[in-house]
């Protein structure tokens, strides 16, 4: 059972108090995902109607065993790149299918692409169809390795598309490209978030080239060798999912935010050496920290600027990371054992 906690789930209720997504119908595509499933789990507290599409390539259905059988919650098994007929009327589509670990980008570059590419148009054609709204789950990725940090929307992109993490971050520079065809060509209401290094609950820990926070985590928990790779200089600003979930639903809901493209994350810069010892301290563990060459196109700075994100939706991340690392520890150390 990987159910996340329940005052979790009535802090993002506290901080969309405001929105009223009552009796709303909305499409959560990768909603057996990690990000996904937390938003499936928002929008059903908050009264809405859910129809989570997935193909389970990344997700799992246990992270939305809790919501079966519950009334106006719907999973359809399907792959978001090929046609889609729900039998629903929608208000709100969100995309969120992608595969997103650093160890996919290498084993599955083909699927991602596709998911970002012609799932974005396929589900796009569902929001138009039903005149709904639409929100992209594009990536900080799009910004390459930025120059400018922390990186304002504004940003154009610093990204040799050869690369291997290129699969990921030009796909969502495509997915986003869709996203203003659709806007400009037929008026819809497609708003784009570029989310920001996330953790929380129901992550996978993926091995050595998983994400950092829950392969940091899993490593200290089984005393295994904590990987850091270079020497853990490169920063990350880490987002807690309860944060990340209510922004993402406060972009998609907002007057005002029609068509905006916002960063939502947390704008706290942490090394990842820092990090590593972080949650080797929080977990009381006695692994050891092991250096690892640093991959040829790993960011060396991320940090959002989320000035726009404040101003336009009235949010800003209410959890700090060693707070967040705490809850996600939890959870692992249920979860792993
Ligand atoms: N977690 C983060 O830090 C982060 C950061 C930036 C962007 N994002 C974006 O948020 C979204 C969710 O990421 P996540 O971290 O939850 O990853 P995840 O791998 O846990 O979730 C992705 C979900 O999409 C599903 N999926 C993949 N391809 C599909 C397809 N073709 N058709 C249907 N379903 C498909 C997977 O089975 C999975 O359930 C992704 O679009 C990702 O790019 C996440």
């Given at each position: 059972?990987?159910?996340c906690?329940?005052?979790?789930?009535?802090?993002?209720?506290?901080?969309?108090?405001?929105?009223?997504?009552?009796?709303?119908?909305?499409?959560?595509?990768?909603?057996?995902?990690?990000?996904?499933s937390?938003?499936?789990?928002?929008?059903?507290?908050?009264?809405?109607?859910?129809?989570?599409?997935?193909?389970l390539?990344?997700?799992?259905?246990?992270?939305?065993?809790?919501?079966?059988?519950?009334d106006?919650?719907?999973?359809?098994?399907?792959?978001?790149?090929?046609?889609?007929?729900?039998?629903?009327?929608?208000?709100?589509?969100?995309h969120?299918?992608?595969?997103?670990?650093?160890?996919?980008?290498?084993?599955?570059?083909?699927?991602?692409?596709?998911?970002?590419?012609?799932?974005?148009?396929?589900?796009?054609?569902?929001a138009?169809?039903?005149?709904?709204?639409?929100?992209?789950?594009?990536?900080?990725?799009?910004?390459?390795?930025?120059?400018?940090?922390?990186?304002?929307?504004?940003?154009?992109?610093?990204?040799?598309?050869?690369?291997?993490?290129?699969?990921?971050?030009?796909?969502?520079?495509?997915?986003?490209?869709?996203?203003?065809?659709?806007?400009?060509?037929?008026?819809?209401?497609?708003?784009?978030?570029?989310?920001?290094?996330?953790?929380?609950?129901?992550?996978?820990?993926?091995?050595?080239?998983?994400?950092?926070?829950?392969?940091?985590?899993?490593?200290?928990?089984?005393?295994?060798?904590?990987?850091?790779?270079?020497?853990?200089?490169?920063?990350?600003?880490?987002?807690?999912?309860?944060?990340?979930?209510?922004?993402?639903?406060?972009?998609?809901?907002?007057?005002?935010?029609?068509?905006?493209?916002?960063?939502?994350?947390?704008?706290?810069?942490?090394?990842?050496?820092?990090?590593?010892?972080?949650?080797?301290?929080?977990?009381?563990?006695?692994?050891?920290?092991?250096?690892?060459?640093?991959?040829?196109?790993?960011?060396?700075?991320?940090?959002?600027?989320?000035?726009?994100?404040?101003?336009?939706?009235g949010?800003?991340?209410?959890?700090?990371?060693?707070?967040?690392?705490?809850?996600?520890?939890?959870?692992?150390?249920?979860?792993?054992?």
């Amino acid at each position: 059972m990987v159910s996340c906690p329940d005052n979790d789930i009535i802090n993002i209720g506290e901080y969309l108090r405001d929105i009223d997504l009552a009796g709303k119908t909305v499409l959560v595509t990768g909603g057996a995902g990690f990000l996904g499933s937390w938003v499936c789990d928002a929008l059903m507290y908050k009264g809405a109607r859910v129809l989570c599409v997935d193909n389970l390539s990344s997700g799992a259905e246990e992270n939305i065993a809790h919501l079966r059988g519950k009334d106006g919650f719907q999973f359809i098994k399907h792959d978001i790149t090929q046609p889609l007929q729900p039998d629903l009327k929608l208000d709100l589509v969100i995309h969120m299918a992608s595969r997103a670990s650093p160890f996919e980008f290498e084993r599955f570059p083909e699927e991602i692409i596709q998911a970002n590419t012609q799932g974005t148009l396929i589900a796009l054609g569902i929001a138009r169809e039903f005149g709904a709204t639409f929100l992209f789950a594009s990536s900080s990725e799009v910004y390459g390795d930025p120059s400018l940090v922390p990186t304002p929307e504004s940003f154009a992109g610093n990204i040799d598309p050869t690369k291997m993490r290129s699969c990921y971050s030009v796909s969502k520079r495509c997915g986003e490209a869709y996203v203003a065809a659709f806007r400009r060509q037929y008026g819809l209401d497609a708003r784009v978030a570029r989310i920001f290094n996330t953790y929380g609950p129901r992550m996978r820990a993926d091995g050595i080239y998983g994400r950092a926070v829950p392969r940091f985590i899993s490593q200290a928990l089984r005393g295994n060798d904590i990987t850091v790779f270079g020497q853990g200089r490169q920063t990350r600003s880490f987002c807690y999912v309860t944060d990340q979930v209510a922004g993402l639903l406060r972009l998609a809901t907002s007057p005002g935010a029609e068509g905006e493209v916002v960063n939502i994350g947390n704008d706290t810069e942490i090394t990842i050496l820092e990090t590593a010892e972080m949650i080797k301290r929080l977990t009381g563990s006695q692994s050891q920290l092991a250096f690892y060459p640093l991959p040829e196109d790993d960011p060396i700075r991320r940090c959002p600027d989320i000035g726009k994100a404040r101003r336009l939706l009235g949010w800003e991340p209410r959890v700090g990371l060693e707070e967040g690392l705490r809850k996600t520890i939890a959870w692992f150390d249920g979860a792993v054992q």
